[in-house]
């Protein structure tokens, strides 16, 4: 709570303590946060209330000052709008740059913001970084060209596949509750360094597990990602018919004639996907709810983290897989 918000009976009530405790206060029989826990505010605001009133000043909270209103006249406002309608995806700092190059306007982004909020009714966001090389002709060629190849494959013989790494970090405290003035420890061992690639394979049926997954130490090769395929080839969760779905990491070309060859024997098919488009993948929503609930289970050993990892892949349902294929455009290209 803001010390300006506690009423006077209450900066009373904690001068009244303090100098029932004063003399506790100083030989050191009674600490600072027993006392603010007696009052009720905060150790900090008991500390500053009472050092107040020992040199004699007031104890009245200050009046809020409201924050200046930043002017900014008609000919900035057409300015900056103007700017906006040429480039409404420009970040605040380009449109301050362009006022004052351009219009000799200096404005602070705050004055920027707020302006492009109230009068445009826009929402101040996180800049999502895009790459350039997305839209080249090449890659929206071979985005064309996926398009094409999954417009003809049936939804339940699609197979996604991506790699997650899962490394040590140090471990977010949980939130507990405790009395006011009371600290709540908790004690874990020092996390333990390591680096975990999970392998997985998603798979839109009822007859078998909506992911195949393995984990290797490390970052995952080409030689991890050939023994994963064949694994799910020899294990029956890829059948012939089926469509590998990959993305352009160099791993999964380093021994694509080999691979090419094994798929081809066993009656399946590989797609890329077209480069820098992750969000054409489902596995990679698969990712998501996976860290979502390795965070909740624990990572802070390498043997946790494992556990944490089994627990949450085998939560994910078909249902979800559902979810994730229509999100990506899978389902919808079949019907």
């Not at 905060?42 to 809020?64: M, N, Q, T, W, Y």
């Not at 949980?174 to 394979?201: D, F, H, M």
């Not at 020899?234 to 060859?261: M, R, S, W």
């Given at each position: 709570?803001?010390?300006?918000?506690?009423?006077?009976?209450?900066?009373?009530?904690?001068?009244?303590?303090?100098?029932?405790?004063?003399?506790?206060?100083?030989?050191?029989?009674?600490?600072?946060?027993?006392?603010?826990?007696?009052?009720?505010?905060?150790?900090?605001?008991?500390?500053?209330?009472?050092?107040?009133?020992?040199?004699?000043?007031?104890?009245?909270?200050?009046?809020?000052?409201?924050?200046?209103?930043?002017?900014?006249?008609?000919?900035?406002?057409?300015?900056?709008?103007?700017?906006?309608?040429?480039?409404?995806?420009?970040i605040l700092s380009e449109y301050k740059d362009i006022l004052l190059m351009k219009f000799d306007i200096e404005a602070s982004e705050s004055t920027i913001c707020h302006l492009l909020n109230h009068e445009l009714d826009l929402t101040l966001k996180l800049v999502t970084i895009d790459r350039a090389e997305k839209y080249t002709e090449e890659n929206e060629l071979m985005a064309m060209q996926y398009w094409q190849d999954i417009g003809i494959c049936e939804p339940s013989t699609v197979k996604c596949f991506d790699e997650c790494a899962v490394v040590a970090k140090r471990h977010e405290a949980p939130l507990a509750r405790a009395p006011r003035g009371q600290r709540v420890v908790w004690t874990i061992p020092n996390p333990e360094k390591y680096r975990l690639s999970v392998n997985g394979l998603t798979a839109l049926n009822c007859w078998s597990p909506s992911v195949m997954w393995n984990w290797c130490n490390g970052t995952t090769s080409g030689i991890d990602f050939l023994e994963f395929m064949m694994t799910g080839i020899e294990t029956g969760f890829v059948v012939p018919g089926d469509t590998i779905v990959a993305d352009n990491y160099q791993g999964h070309k380093q021994y694509l004639e080999i691979l090419q060859d094994m798929m081809d024997a066993a009656g399946?098919?590989?797609?890329?996907?077209?480069?820098?488009?992750?969000?054409?993948?489902?596995?990679?929503?698969?990712?998501?709810?996976?860290?979502?609930?390795?965070?909740?289970?624990?990572?802070?050993?390498e043997q946790a983290a494992k556990e944490s990892i089994a627990r949450a892949l085998s939560e994910v349902t078909n249902g979800d897989i559902f979810g994730y294929y229509s999100k990506c455009g899978i389902v919808q290209q079949w019907w």
């Amino acid at each position: 709570m803001n010390g300006a918000s506690y009423s006077m009976e209450t900066r009373h009530n904690v001068i009244r303590l303090y100098e029932i405790h004063r003399r506790d206060l100083a030989n050191g029989s009674m600490t600072w946060e027993q006392l603010a826990l007696m009052a009720g505010p905060s150790k900090k605001f008991c500390v500053d209330l009472a050092g107040k009133h020992d040199r004699s000043e007031s104890i009245e909270a200050l009046p809020s000052v409201p924050n200046p209103v930043v002017k900014f006249d008609e000919a900035g406002i057409e300015a900056l709008f103007s700017i906006y309608e040429d480039n409404p995806s420009y970040i605040l700092s380009e449109y301050k740059d362009i006022l004052l190059m351009k219009f000799d306007i200096e404005a602070s982004e705050s004055t920027i913001c707020h302006l492009l909020n109230h009068e445009l009714d826009l929402t101040l966001k996180l800049v999502t970084i895009d790459r350039a090389e997305k839209y080249t002709e090449e890659n929206e060629l071979m985005a064309m060209q996926y398009w094409q190849d999954i417009g003809i494959c049936e939804p339940s013989t699609v197979k996604c596949f991506d790699e997650c790494a899962v490394v040590a970090k140090r471990h977010e405290a949980p939130l507990a509750r405790a009395p006011r003035g009371q600290r709540v420890v908790w004690t874990i061992p020092n996390p333990e360094k390591y680096r975990l690639s999970v392998n997985g394979l998603t798979a839109l049926n009822c007859w078998s597990p909506s992911v195949m997954w393995n984990w290797c130490n490390g970052t995952t090769s080409g030689i991890d990602f050939l023994e994963f395929m064949m694994t799910g080839i020899e294990t029956g969760f890829v059948v012939p018919g089926d469509t590998i779905v990959a993305d352009n990491y160099q791993g999964h070309k380093q021994y694509l004639e080999i691979l090419q060859d094994m798929m081809d024997a066993a009656g399946v098919s590989l797609i890329f996907l077209p480069k820098y488009c992750p969000e054409l993948n489902p596995i990679e929503l698969v990712w998501s709810k996976m860290k979502y609930k390795i965070r909740r289970y624990g990572k802070h050993t390498e043997q946790a983290a494992k556990e944490s990892i089994a627990r949450a892949l085998s939560e994910v349902t078909n249902g979800d897989i559902f979810g994730y294929y229509s999100k990506c455009g899978i389902v919808q290209q079949w019907w």
